[in-house]
């Protein structure tokens, strides 16, 4: 267990509709970042925040936001869902921003899109 | 645009022998590096890393190898148990133009199979 956990584990929509995925980092951690990954894809990094601040964007499409509350977690939001937005969606967590800051893994939310 | 390259998409190792699992990558700015194990439906977990300044470093069975010249790493576990069959991802980041502090750019994976 790394301590950081994500809800839904799994979530199944319709395509155009909106949903939110949710990440809660490991108690103290500062830095949560987004990551996607598709069917035969490595893990795409997306979004990094740090203390609530965006510190660096990914190939995240505009159909996408996130953001980071004042108690730590994250939501990511996606809208106008297609087809291809199916994937795992994985948050991870790190103390600080550091470079050798060690990035922690919640277990992913699985989104289907029909 | 790939700057992580994991060319094997599997591999299957007798138990005792040692599991060697290879990595490429295309940018010079990255200064550190990371592996990641992963079994299915959990999320990915770290296994060791190693900064650029180095050329090895091991944690009990799992040493890693960085050679930075031909920008390439490879992970070695020896000796190779059941329990480590996963998925393994080599993962790198740095400071410097074209890639972002913090941000880790992933390879796609080797599938480790480790049989009795």
């Known amino acids: 267990d790394s301590g950081v956990t994500q809800t839904p584990k799994h979530l199944i929509t319709a395509t155009g509709q909106r949903v939110t995925l949710r990440c809660s980092p490991r108690s103290g951690d500062l830095s949560v970042y987004w990551y996607q990954q598709s069917l035969d894809q490595g893990l795409q990094f997306l979004i990094h925040y740090y203390n609530g601040e965006e510190r660096a964007k990914g190939n995240i499409l505009e159909r996408f936001s996130a953001q980071q509350f004042p108690d730590l977690h994250s939501e990511l939001n996606l809208s106008s869902l297609e087809l291809g937005d199916s994937a795992l969606y994985f948050c991870?967590?790190?103390?600080?921003?550091?470079?050798?800051?060690?990035?922690?893994f919640g277990p992913g939310t699985r989104l289907t899109v029909l | 645009d790939q700057q992580v390259k994991q060319n094997s998409p599997s591999l299957s190792v007798q138990e005792g022998r040692i599991s060697i699992l290879n990595c490429d990558y295309t940018?010079?700015?990255?200064?550190?590096f990371l592996w990641y194990k992963k079994y299915p439906a959990e999320g990915p977990t770290f296994l060791i890393s190693i900064s650029s300044i180095k050329d090895k470093n091991e944690d009990g069975r799992f040493t890693v190898f960085l050679n930075k010249s031909a920008k390439h790493l490879s992970l070695h576990i020896v000796p190779s148990q059941p329990g480590d069959s996963a998925v393994y991802f080599c993962?790198?980041?740095?400071f410097g133009r074209g890639s972002t502090l913090g941000r880790l750019y992933f390879g796609r994976g080797t599938q480790l199979t480790v049989w009795p």
């Open positions: 991870a967590s790190s103390a600080t921003s550091g470079l050798t800051d060690t990035q922690y």
């Open positions: 993962a790198a980041s740095g």
């Open positions: 940018n010079s700015m990255f200064d550190y």
